[in-house]
């Protein structure tokens, strides 16, 4: 994780969202489709019994169980003890990962801002809930953290954070979904933010983001550029990352055939997602965050 | 079609079709662009390139229309040709009329210059090899001009650009139409060998073309096969009036008096009034209002022929000058438009008796109207006729031998009354006696009004006559008269003695005095000299040796000709028609000489008939007239080849750009 410097001001979160967004986005939530073991008490159910209202089951009394819970009313007319339990109510995690490498810098306009924006609403929905939010950034690894944040008071250094990060390096998925998931942060919602151009495959590192620990999100992020190459002639393409070179030509058949590729990519993506569980979905980073996180996002259940 | 260097194609072929596959392999120099991730333009390009390298060959009209392109230019370094004429090379002549009916403007801008253009046409399709071409075969040709006399303007090349010169060099004359000298040279320049073996085709027969309006005069004598020759007929009508006729000459009773003949020609399918001037000097003198008659058909009852009108002038003029006919209508040939004479001045003739006594010759010739007469013994004519810088010539008209052989004779017109001179071609073969005469030609000018009825001689000489002399009057085994023309003189022979015959008894004999001296001094002279038809040489004799003169013609002057040894000058440059005039540059310290004319006239009806003929019949087979105007045989194929290789390349930049737009 980078540190801040003291010397430098620290970033403002209106540097990433407008006031009136954010005054939207206090109405949010986010959802999560699956009943998630949380860390603290919350405001979400859990599988767990606990302290609530919510009145979940009874068991037999045994020695050492808390009196204030046994159900008089039965020992009335049964003469047993049985001990009253209560669905217990967690907070919820929700952990963003955020793609650093180089490859976000590249487009107009920038992929990385739009996924900062976009990490940033998403943290602020989940702050002002009060949700655990972990903040990961990752290229070759996770190379910046935030975790464990709850409660408005984390708005700024969430903005800090994200406005600090450089993305730089190349990308490496699976060992960053590895890190993430060893790090045992606790389960919840996983939003993934990236562009999924990863010439290694994601469908290892996804598999380890997939089970009953995380309800994923899948959220890809591409350039008008990537989406509709606007430029034409005798090329080469240099890969930012690993500078890889590739000579084309480009002609009508072979931008027909880059879409063709495209779209095919995205939708196997959108394929392997859907088969495990996990919701897929495709930004432009031309679009606007606040249109993206209001309308789609509630869409697809993410938000309510 | 026929490619004149398929192999120098082909070998550029070999070159240029595998430089310009490989020119499709190789690598571009390429803009550098940074993108986020090579990933999915990599499995594009693979896409793309399924099956490389021909898959990128296949479906791709770029390389097709280059190879397109690229074909044409090579076919076009073939140097294909349409058509024509093909097979080995050969020889061709072209022959090109230039006679007076070649100058009709009925195309324009005249025959000569029509035929011209054909025979260029003509010379631009011969084949020529490509400038790349390692054969040397090609046609050869030459080109001939012909009117009267024929003319080589180039000898056997194949050198365009040096025919079309010699073509363009070709002027009109106004002489006849001469064809069998234009084909003898032609053949003897065709017979001569040639000096490249390469050119295996050129021991044939040269081709003969000829561009003519088909009014030849000696087509009879023309022997030539007629596949060897092409005629090409030029002219379209043949609307003409010309003067086919013109004759001018002074009274013998009254020189002062001239009369003027001339004929008129129509040669237009109807009646034609046109006016007929008669100028002296340029000063018109008289117009005659003539109605010509319609030239009759080829099918009409006269065998054809133009529609003539004589018409006749009488004038008095008593010096010298020039008397031109013309006629006022106007027409497509300007040639036969008008005639010339040139008419000396009246002169009273100058008489040389040598005799040794003959009172009845002296008596009669005195009676004649003479400027002088003098008389002469034998010694002294013999005396005189002996110094060289006492010249008979110039002072006598006539010199009347009376049984007198002369040693010598000079230039001059005699009578000779006796044995006739030696050097004449007239021999003697013996004397005979006791002739009379047994027929005459009275209609001859010397025997005018003369009756030789009763004409008996005692003696006289038989003469063996050459061919070429005149009978006026036989006796019964030998000529009683002749008139014999050697040397530049004339010789009016009676071979007989004056006193041993009846004929001084006869008033003929005084008759037949004043006709003789009368014809020889008028009608033998500078004046038939001056009168000549185009292409006839002028002939100017008595210059002292390498004198020069200066010759002026109607469409030139002062070209400089020499006299020879001899002291004479011929200049045969009469090809057009007018007045020529000659002046003698003075001797040293001498005044100039005042200029002798000469009157060159077509005078040729055959000639001044233009109608253009479209059949000839040449060694007894009909030749036809080549259907069509000439237009280019060898039409070369490279431009056509090279525009479509331009267009081709403007076809491939458009579908490139569009291809190249997303």
């Keep these: 994780m980078e540190k801040t410097k003291a010397t430098t001001p620290r970033k403002r979160l209106t540097d990433l969202l407008d006031p009136e967004f954010m005054n939207r986005l206090d109405a949010l939530d986010v959802l999560s489709r699956k009943i998630l073991q949380g860390k603290l008490q919350g405001e979400r159910r859990s599988k767990r019994r606990g302290q609530s209202v919510e009145f979940a089951d009874h068991r037999p009394y045994v020695a050492g169980d808390d009196l204030r819970f046994v159900d008089w009313n039965i020992y009335g007319r049964l003469e047993q003890l049985f001990l009253k339990l209560f669905i217990e109510e967690q907070d919820l995690t929700v952990h963003v990962m955020a793609d650093a490498s180089a490859s976000m810098s590249v487009g107009e306009p920038s992929k990385e801002l739009f996924i900062k924006k976009l990490a940033a609403a998403l943290g602020y929905v989940s702050l002002v809930n009060n949700n655990r939010v972990s903040l990961s950034m990752f290229a070759d690894g996770v190379v910046g953290q935030l975790a464990n944040m709850r409660g408005r008071n984390y708005l700024h250094q969430m903005a800090d954070f994200l406005l600090t990060a450089q993305c730089d390096g190349i990308s490496q998925f699976e060992t960053a979904c590895r890190q993430i998931a060893s790090a045992r942060i606790g389960s919840g919602v996983m939003i993934v933010l990236s562009d999924f151009l990863f010439k290694e495959g994601y469908d290892a590192a996804l598999r380890r983001l997939i089970g009953r620990q995380y309800d994923l999100y899948v959220i890809q992020v591409l350039s008008p550029q990537e989406l509709s190459p606007d430029f034409g002639g005798d090329l080469k393409l240099i890969d930012i990352e690993d500078a890889d070179a590739a000579e084309i030509t480009v002609s009508a058949a072979l931008a027909k055939y880059y879409k063709r590729n495209l779209t095919a990519y995205c939708n196997e993506l959108k394929d392997f997602c859907t088969r495990r569980g996990a919701v897929y979905a495709l930004a432009n980073s031309a679009d606007s965050v606040e249109s993206l996180v209001l309308n789609y996002l509630r869409r697809i259940r993410l938000l309510r | ?662």
């Excluded at chain 2, 310009?20 to 993108?35: N, S």
């Excluded at chain 2, 087509?219 to 086919?244: P, R």
């Excluded at chain 2, 007198?404 to 006696?433: K, M, W």
């Design chain 2, 1 to 662: 079609m026929q490619f004149l260097t398929p192999w120098i194609a082909l070998l550029a072929g070999l070159v240029a079709v595998p430089l310009l596959l490989l020119l499709y392999f190789l690598k571009l120099k390429r803009r550098e662009l940074i993108v986020s991730s090579t990933l999915l333009w990599k499995r594009a390009v693979q896409d793309l390139q399924v099956n490389a390298p021909f898959q990128r060959l296949r479906k791709n009209i770029l390389l097709f229309l280059q190879l397109l392109m690229l074909f044409a230019l090579l076919l076009a370094l073939a140097a294909p040709i349409l058509s024509l004429m093909s097979g080995r090379a050969r020889r061709h002549v072209l022959l090109i009329d230039r006679s007076a009916s070649m100058s009709a403007t009925d195309v324009e801008p005249s025959r000569l210059e029509e035929a011209k253009r054909q025979a260029k046409v003509y010379v631009e399709s011969l084949r020529d090899p490509g400038f790349l071409s390692f054969r040397g075969a090609r046609d050869q040709t030459m080109v001939i001009a012909f009117d009267k006399h024929s003319k080589v303007m180039c000898n056997f090349t194949a050198d365009k650009r040096q025919l079309i010169a010699a073509i363009e060099r070709i002027e009109a004359g106004h002489g006849a139409s001469l064809l069998a000298e234009a084909i003898m040279v032609a053949q003897a320049f065709s017979l001569a060998p040639d000096d490249q073996p390469a050119n295996e085709g050129l021991q044939e027969a040269a081709k003969l073309i000829l561009f003519s309006d088909g009014r030849i005069a000696d087509l009879d004598q023309i022997m030539v096969s007629t596949d060897e020759l092409t005629f090409h007929s030029i002219g379209e009508s043949g609307k003409n009036v010309g003067v086919t006729a013109m004759r001018a000459r002074r009274l013998y009773e009254n020189p002062e008096e001239v009369e003027v003949f001339a004929t008129v020609a129509n040669y237009n399918a109807e009646p034609v009034t046109t006016d007929v001037q008669l100028s002296v000097n340029d000063d018109v003198r008289a117009v005659k209002s003539v109605s010509l008659p319609a030239a009759k058909g080829e099918d009409g009852s006269d065998a054809g022929g133009p529609g003539k009108v004589a018409v006749n002038f009488s004038l008095s003029y008593a010096e010298a000058g020039v008397l031109t006919v013309r006629q006022l209508q106007s027409d497509s040939l300007a040639s036969d438009d008008a005639a010339w004479a040139v008419l000396a001045p009246p002169k009273r003739l100058t008489a040389l008796l040598v005799t040794g006594g003959n009172k009845v010759l002296e008596l009669a010739l005195k009676a004649c109207p003479l400027a002088g007469l003098d008389i002469m013994t034998p010694s002294q004519f013999d005396d005189a006729n002996d110094l060289s810088d006492f010249s008979i010539e110039q002072r006598y008209d006539v010199i009347v031998l009376d049984n007198h052989l002369s040693a010598r004779t000079l230039r001059c017109r005699y009578l000779v009354f006796g044995r006739p001179p030696s050097n004449i071609d007239v021999s003697v073969s013996q004397e005979l006696e006791h002739q009379v005469v047994v027929d005459w030609r009275p209609k001859h000018a010397v025997l005018k009004y003369v009756n030789l009825m009763n004409l008996y001689t005692q003696k006289c000489y038989k003469l063996d006559l050459p061919r070429d002399a005149e009978l006026l009057a036989e006796f019964n085994e030998s000529p009683a008269l002749a008139l014999v023309r050697r040397n530049g003189s004339v010789f009016l022979l009676a071979p007989f003695d004056v006193l041993s015959s009846t004929w001084p008894f006869e008033p003929s004999f005084v008759l037949f005095c004043y006709n003789a001296v009368s014809f020889l001094g008028m009608q033998v002279g500078q004046n038939q000299d001056a009168n000549l038809l185009v292409g006839d040489p002028i002939v100017v004799d008595g210059l002292a040796s390498g004198q020069s003169a200066l010759v002026d013609g109607p469409d030139f002057s002062g070209s400089e000709i020499k006299a020879n040894y001899s002291g004479s000058i011929r200049f045969p440059g009469t090809e057009h028609v007018g007045v020529y005039g000659v002046r003698a540059e003075p001797a040293a310290g001498g005044a100039a000489g005042e200029a002798r004319l000469f009157a060159v006239n077509l005078l040729d009806a055959a000639e001044s008939n233009i109608e253009p003929v479209r059949e000839i019949t040449v060694s007894g087979t009909l030749v036809q007239a080549e259907a069509g105007v000439l237009s280019r045989a060898n039409l070369p194929l490279w431009p056509f080849l090279v525009g479509l290789a331009l267009l081709v390349a403007c076809l491939e930049w458009l579908i490139y750009n569009g291809k190249m737009r997303i």
